[in-house]
């Protein structure tokens, strides 16, 4: 009897830390971020990013069910629109699942990210045709407008909550002549709201904001981005 009291406790111990376990699991925070790729003449020698960097970059903003979206940065007639992607959101496993939420949720899941995986392709797809298009190089750069096209994106009422990236491949040098006939070459950080984590490849002007990240090539992007949102995991 004694003996079957203290299985049954051991078993009842179990169960709870299993479930703690899996009430207490992170989860990513839902992500938004945005890829401004630099097509001035100054940065001729910037690698721009391909279709497979753009796919891996996808992805890990799927992961999360979150949205993105992919500009140019030159003159400012080659701004444009940004082109963008949402994604499903993941199911969500009860904290005390049954053998039949199980399966459901195995079900749901393997819809859902075959679902997102097409949605990559797509959107990395879509990328790639506007880098090709747009391909030629411009005399003036406006990292400026650059950066308050992002700030706007991120400033849509459905992506309030969200987790913000922003990626700039670009080496920062502002050059455009104004209306006035004067050229700027002053960039302007501050366009960019608080909050949201900047991460610059390529970059050469002086002024970088010490809260920004910065990594030596394209090919450092993805494990940046990844830990990044890791780093902000929610339970």
């Known amino acids: 009897m004694y003996h079957t ?9 179990l169960c709870a830390c299993q479930r703690e376990t899996r009430q207490s699991a992170p989860r990513p925070q839902t992500v938004a971020g ?3 790729h630099d097509i001035s003449f100054t940065f001729k020698n910037g690698m721009p990013p391909d279709s497979i960097l753009l796919l891996r970059w996808a992805a890990e903003i799927a992961a999360t069910g979150g949205v993105i979206a992919f500009g140019l940065i030159g003159s400012p007639d080659s701004i444009g629109q940004l082109v963008r992607q949402q994604f499903l959101s993941s199911p969500v496993l009860p904290s005390d699942p049954t053998y039949t939420d199980r399966i459901a949720y195995q079900d749901s899941l393997k819809i859902v990210t075959r679902m997102n995986d097409s949605l990559a392709a797509l959107f990395a797809g879509a990328a790639t045709r506007l880098l090709h298009r747009q391909h030629r190089h411009h005399i003036w750069t406006d990292v400026n407008q650059g950066l308050k096209q992002a700030n706007q994106f991120f400033s849509e009422l459905d992506i309030a909550d969200h987790r913000k990236i922003l990626i700039l491949n670009c080496d920062g040098q502002q050059d455009i002549i104004l209306p006035s006939g004067q050229k700027e070459h002053t960039i302007h950080p501050e366009f960019i709201s608080d909050g949201i984590a900047v991460i610059t490849c390529g970059w050469t002007n002086t002024i970088h904001p010490d809260s920004w990240y910065r990594v030596e090539s394209p090919l450092g992007l993805v494990s940046q981005i990844h830990s990044l949102i890791c780093k902000h995991c929610s339970t």
Not at 5 to 13: G, R
Request: no cysteine.
């Open 5 to 13: 009291l203290v299985v049954f406790a051991l078993f009842s111990l």
């Open 34 to 36: 945005v890829f401004l």
